[in-house]
Nanobody
């Protein structure tokens, strides 16, 4: 069984910064991609950023140049550095981790979500 624990959300003023962390624990042999999604009230969940096992990254257009995703494979942890935050970034942020299965295919896990509110 795998658990994902997120931290780092909170309230920040426009223009401020936050850093989210998501640590995976349990029986882990390897990890494919790690990423962050967000869901604002009344909207669908959307991809914010993701990073694969080789370090290649993808970003939503709305966060490119402001957010940076990184991962520490020794800690099975993914980070999201968010700078120049705006009220449009207000949402619940979810960590997503993809594990390869020994029998083929993949297994997807989600964190519990952490609230990010940009206001002030």
């Amino acid at each position: 069984q795998v658990q994902l624990v997120e931290s780092g959300g909170g309230l920040v003023q426009p223009g401020g910064s936050l850093r989210l962390s998501c640590a995976a624990s349990g029986i882990i042999f390897s990890i494919d991609s790690m990423g962050w999604y967000r869901q604002a009230p009344g909207k669908q969940r959307e991809l914010v950023a993701r990073i694969n096992s080789s370090g290649s990254t993808d970003y939503a257009d709305s966060v490119t140049g402001r957010f940076t995703i990184s991962r520490d494979n020794t800690k099975n942890t993914v980070y999201l550095q968010m700078n120049s935050l705006s009220p449009d970034d207000t949402a619940v942020y979810y960590c997503n981790v993809v594990f390869p299965l020994r029998v083929g295919g993949k297994s997807y896990y989600w964190g519990q979500g952490t609230q990010v509110t940009v206001s002030g």
